[in-house]
């Protein structure tokens, strides 16, 4: 044997060996559930081996698991990757058994971290009746293993009959031997057919072309038909060509008016049919003889058949091809792959689903046939019936009109809109639907609807419509959420772009408001609730979330028109939340579909979103569409409905923006809307210009922003000029650093600033390079975990309120103004650096922390509020209170890992209940950063407590006397356990009164914003 053979077959022997290694892994493993997997792939008759092996080599490189609880696109990507090589199986096994795979859900129904078990052993011996460890959080009662097993079997159906549907596919070549056996059985089964066939030629125009299609008609070897050829206001020749058929062949009939489109004139043929049967034929194209004799023998062999259609043979500019094949409803859905000039129809079935659509300008043929293969079988005849002329012309409607036509025909036979109309008065009053379409993947769609059906108080109905997605996804919400009631599931054959897809859930939902909410759209919580108070409360047609991009910034406060501009763009685009908050957002011409609420009846009474766009400027089109057939129909911007809005792009979606601006700019030519440069007025901006923005297809441009400069006035005398302060934080743009501490300091401290005149806004950290920052007058850092670089052209100022080890001496040199939050620090910076560092303590908010305030339900004799660290009992402080068995109430993430379950509250502590939380206790906890404690920055947390009138028990921190007593020291679990038992130490209730009075006088935003803005003002001037 050569060399390359014996390399040849060791290498097939060495695959052999770890393919049989493979099986045996798997097999030893347990988790293989064969008869699951057989099921699903439709294996019959295999053993388990014989089921294993099969998914060796075929299931897991498509990405298939060998267990219904185990999804593998759960997985870290490296891992999902790795499972689809050759060494697959082996990878995935490695990675099951690995302490990582414990750190993660597996499936939507199996989480490791909530069973003591190995995982591995408990999958491959789960019961039927045995309930599963899902995931936190998990909507509805929790299944058992039969009932996930069942539920992922069927949808496994569902999906596959679904992907069986298929559109023919076009070929180079045809099967003759079978068309001959088929002409032979038809023919031979039953007598020549005599009945009269109508067949319906438009033609425009075609003076050259229109005489070989005629000729085919006439050449037919069935010869009862009338030819009625319908001239669409021809220009040429035309007429007189058909003319001189019909004055030699009394079977032809010609039919002149003026142009009125394909859809009319095939109408108006329609109309003076007498046939039996119909067909139709293009006048450039032709049949081949036997076209109509062997339908018809088909047609009669069948009589419950409603029509039939034959195979094409496709001349193009540079080949020949055919296509042809079977094709039902559920084929037809994804796309049309009958053509009308080798359809044969029964004259019945025309009069029962209607004739052409003369609105549709494209793809009249394809909404036709739909309505046929909804009302029954249509036969597919295995011969060539038509010589189509498939050469590139001008003045095809092919180029002329629009492909997005297609969605339109689609909807129409998908949606029945005058039923959805006619059952509005059904719809629950009280009752709030989402509508999310995902496509390609979930996004952030399951966890927004986990949140609301969590947290969502009114009734609640959410509709799911996958748009195409793989078998993964949609396999990932059925089982997610099939236990949960108020949530469908329903997935489209093919990807119909989001008005389609979005219209079809509003079709199935039954809420008297319908929201609709994007899977790349991470809605942080409280956002429907909001929409839903101001759309009831202003009686909108719809309310849209205040879209923001990854770093907080503004993306779409509504849309904003221009005079100058052919297309609006997003509101206060590149802004801050802040500015949405005082600019009026009400009264708005349209608003984004990305994030919003519709009050259900207006969008029935419009149809809903056009699907003549493709993912783009559908919600705009429809917010016009309103306001023109419903003056009083009012669009707004709810800036307290937060959410995070990552848009997704594709080429696909590229494309298509050039149809979608075309369709917009085509409708509304001529017809202006407000313009809204006037909105930003209320931040003392106008607009100077505009810069483009380059979106592929869609170009348009946003603002360019100056702001004037103010004077304030008082009753006395003029103020000074109003600043535009920007306040940065470290805080991250997260969920988790939306409840940093670092977010209500801000807020207090720009509500100070602002009761000062001042206009203020904050920045999180991936803010601070934002593109309008050159607005902005003034820049205050709360300098916390990340440093962040002064702003040249404003004035820069920089309060180290924590972490002061972080800090170094170049960036403190580099701000105008610096001042710290510990005496301590301040001396020694100041003299380190050379720069005169100012003592400025952290505050509290008097208007919020303050003793008058009502008791929480359920108070906590002590309290403490933080997330836990890397302590051995989450934070030292704590530590010493549990060891002390003092009754203490933790609040906070991830405590349940430290702390007994008896010390651990619900979660957060909002902004608005930690003031009353504070008061009901008798003692907070408290405690800093190690380099906090060691310079003596005492965080707000201790003024907070203090203005509410509550003592704390603190680590050990220099600058405590100037509370007077109110704060003691633990510093070790005896010194707590005194504390606790005996709290003589505790001020008199007068005397606590007193020392809160002196910190919200002495210790407030106020008093700091006085601080900082006379600062500012001076180094100004």
């Known amino acids: 044997m050569s060399v390359a053979g014996l390399k040849k077959t060791a290498r097939a022997q060495y695959i052999e060996a770890r393919r049989v290694y493979a099986t045996g892994a798997l097999l030893r493993s347990g988790i293989f559930d064969h008869s699951y997997y057989s099921e699903i792939v439709q294996l019959k008759g295999q053993t388990p081996r014989q089921a294993m092996q099969h998914y060796l080599a075929h299931g897991i490189g498509s990405g298939l698991s060998p267990h219904p609880l185990i999804e593998i696109e759960f997985f870290p990507s490296s891992v999902r990757n790795a499972t689809r090589a050759r060494d697959g199986v082996a990878t995935l096994l490695s990675y099951l058994r690995s302490p990582h795979a414990r750190t993660h859900a597996w499936g939507p129904l199996f989480d490791p971290r909530l069973t003591d078990e190995d995982p591995l052993d408990l999958l491959s011996r789960l019961r039927p009746d045995q309930v599963l460890p899902v995931p936190e959080g998990f909507a509805g009662a929790v299944p058992t293993f039969g009932e996930a097993r069942r539920a992922a079997i069927e949808f496994a159906e569902t999906h596959r009959d679904q992907m069986a549907a298929a559109l023919p596919p076009r070929r180079k070549t045809w099967d003759h031997k079978e068309t001959q056996q088929w002409i032979t059985g038809v023919t031979s089964a039953n007598a020549p057919s005599r009945a009269l066939v109508s067949v319906i030629m438009p033609v425009l125009n075609r003076a050259d072309l229109v005489g070989v299609a005629i000729e085919s008609v006439l050449a037919q070897t069935h010869d009862q038909f009338e030819l009625i050829v319908v001239d669409d206001g021809s220009t040429d020749t035309t007429r007189d060509v058909v003319a001189e058929y019909v ?340 009264d708005l011409t349209a608003i984004s579909a990305s994030a919003s609420l519709f009050d259900a009846a207006t969008f029935a009474e419009l149809s809903g979103f056009d699907p003549m766009y493709a993912n783009g400027l559908e919600d705009v089109d429809f917010c016009r569409r309103a306001k023109r057939e419903m003056p009083t129909a009012r669009f707004e911007c709810e800036p307290q409905a937060i959410v995070v809005h990552q848009p997704g792009t594709s080429a696909y979606r590229e494309r298509r923006q050039v149809q979608n601006r075309r369709t917009y700019l085509e409708r509304w030519h001529g017809q202006s809307a407000p313009d809204d440069r006037d909105r930003y007025g209320a931040l003392g901006m106008t607009v100077a210009g505009f810069a483009p923005t380059f979106s592929p297809g869609q170009p348009s441009a946003n603002p360019v922003l ?164 890397g302590h051995e009992f989450g934070r030292a402080i704590v530590g010493m209170a549990v060891q002390a068995e003092a009754p203490v109430g933790l609040w906070g993430p991830g405590w349940h890992k430290f702390a007994p379950e008896r010390y651990v509250r619900d979660g957060y502590l909002n902004a608005d209940r930690l003031p009353h939380a504070y008061r009901s206790a008798n003692i907070v906890l408290n405690d800093h950063f190690a380099d906090m404690a060691e310079w003596g920055f005492i965080n707000n947390r201790t003024f907070d407590a203090l203005a509410c009138g509550t003592p704390l028990i603190s680590d050990a921190i220099d600058g405590l006397e100037i509370f007077e007593g109110a704060v003691v020291i633990a510093d070790s679990v005896e010194r707590m356990r005194e504390l606790v038992t005996d709290r003589s130490w505790m001020p008199s209730a007068e005397r606590m009164a007193q020392i809160a009075s002196r910190i919200r006088a002495d210790h407030s935003f106020d008093s700091r914003a006085r601080t900082l803005l006379d600062a500012a003002l001076s180094r100004r001037s």
Not at 323 to 352: P, T
Not at 791 to 817: C, F, H, K, M
Not at 824 to 840: D, H, Q, V, Y
Request: proline residues 4%; charged residues 25%.
């Open 247 to 586: 004055r030699t062949d009394p079977r032809v009939r010609l039919l002149a008016g003026p142009h009125a489109g394909v859809g009319a004139s095939r109408n108006t043929g329609l109309e003076q049919a007498r046939g039996e049967f119909i067909a139709f034929l293009d006048s450039d194209n032709s049949w081949t003889r036997r076209f109509l004799e062997l339908s018809l023998a088909a047609l009669d062999a069948a009589p419950d058949v409603v029509a039939s259609h034959a195979g094409l043979r496709l001349h193009g500019d540079d080949d020949v091809a055919y296509r042809g094949g079977d094709a039902q409803l559920i084929d037809l859905q994804l796309a049309n792959s009958i053509d009308l000039n080798v359809l044969v129809v029964r004259a019945q079935a025309l009069q029962e689903t209607g004739v052409f659509d003369v609105t549709l300008r494209r793809w009249v043929d394809y909404d036709l046939v739909l309505r046929l293969a909804k009302l029954g079988r249509l036969e597919y005849l295995p011969f060539v019936g038509c010589e189509y002329d498939n050469k590139s012309a001008d003045g095809r409607i092919t180029q002329n009109e629009s492909q997005h036509w297609q969605w339109v025909v689609t909807e129409r036979n998908l949606i029945d809109w005058e039923a959805t109309r006619r059952s509005v008065e059904d719809r629950v009053a009280d009752r709030t639907s989402l509508v999310t379409v995902v496509a390609g993947s979930t996004g952030h769609a399951a966890r927004s609807i986990d949140r609301l059906l969590h947290s969502f108080d009114d009734d609640l109905e959410v509709v799911i419509i996958d748009n195409g997605s793989r078998a993964a996804v949609g396999r990932h919400l059925t089982l997610r959420y099939m236990s949960e009631p108020r949530v469908r599931y329903v997935r489209l054959p093919a990807n119909n772009n989001f008005a389609l897809a979005a219209n079809y859930g509003f079709s199935l939902t039954t809420g008297a408001q319908v929201a609709f909410l994007d899977p790349d759209a991470d809605a942080r919580d409280g956002w429907l609730e909001a929409l839903s108070t101001r759309r009831r409360e202003r009686g909108a047609a719809g309310v849209q979330a205040l879209l923001v991009n990854r770093d907080y910034t503004v993306q779409h406060a509504g849309y904003a028109f221009y005079d100058q501009l052919p297309l609006p763009s997003g509101l206060l685009a590149n802004l801050t939340i802040d500015d949405a908050a005082v600019v009026r957002t009400d």
């Open 706 to 869: 100056l702001r004037e400069s103010r004077r304030l006035e008082t009753a006395s005398a003029t103020s000074p000029t109003q600043l535009r302060w920007a306040i940065k934080t470290g805080v991250p743009c997260t969920r988790g650093g939306d409840h940093w501490g670092d977010i209500p300091f801000a807020s207090d401290l720009a509500r100070a600033l602002r009761s000062q005149g001042q206009q203020v806004v904050t920045d999180r950290h991936e803010a601070w390079t934002r593109s309008t920052s050159y607005l902005d007058d003034v820049v205050l850092t709360l300098r916390g975990r990340h440093a962040i670089p002064p702003q040249p052209g404003a004035v820069n100022i920089l309060w180290v309120i924590s972490r002061p080890e972080l800090v170094t001496v170049d960036e403190v040199r580099g701000y105008d103004l610096v001042y710290a939050a510990s005496e301590k620090w301040a001396a020694w910076m100041s003299a380190r650096s050379g720069r005169t560092i100012e003592p400025l303590l952290q505050a509290t908010s008097p208007e919020r922390f303050r003793p008058d305030l009502d008791p929480v339900s359920e108070p906590d004799d002590l309290i403490f509020v933080g997330g836990s660290h």
